[in-house]
């Protein structure tokens, strides 16, 4: 049973900036694929980043490009999600999710596994 399991979520000030983790278990990461998502009440929910297996093949929202990045530790099973210069619209429930594939999607339901969701809130 794969299980995602994010942390590093908190209230922040705009500017400021936090790193999100998401550590998988169950089964080992392979080749899959990893990304960030992020929801808020009321709206679907929108891809953020991504990373292929392939070192290096990173992908980025546009409204999060030159802010996040996301990274990924195989040998821990666990993926980042380093966000600086925060401002009140990235407040959400963010979330790490995994597909059984290299390539990275933006399309949630091409993704195999969720984790629960970590809350970051960007105060002005």
């Known amino acids: 049973q794969v299980q995602l399991v994010e942390s590093g979520g908190g209230l922040v000030q705009a500017g400021d900036s936090l790193r999100l983790s998401c550590t998988t278990s169950g089964r080992t990461l392979s080749s899959d694929a990893l990304a960030w998502f992020r929801q808020v009440v009321g709206k679907e929910r929108e891809f953020v980043a991504g990373i292929s297996y392939t070192p290096g093949s990173t992908y980025y929202a546009d409204v999060v490009k030159g802010r996040f990045t996301i990274s990924r530790d195989n040998a821990k099973n666990t993926v980042y999600l380093q966000m600086n210069s925060l401002k009140p619209e990235d407040t959400a429930v963010y979330y790490c999710?995994?597909?059984?594939?290299?390539?990275?999607?933006?399309?949630?339901?091409?993704?195999?596994?969720w984790g629960q969701g970590t809350h970051v809130t960007v105060s002005s």
């Open positions: 999710a995994r597909r059984q594939t290299p390539m990275v999607s933006t399309i949630t339901d091409n993704y195999d596994f």
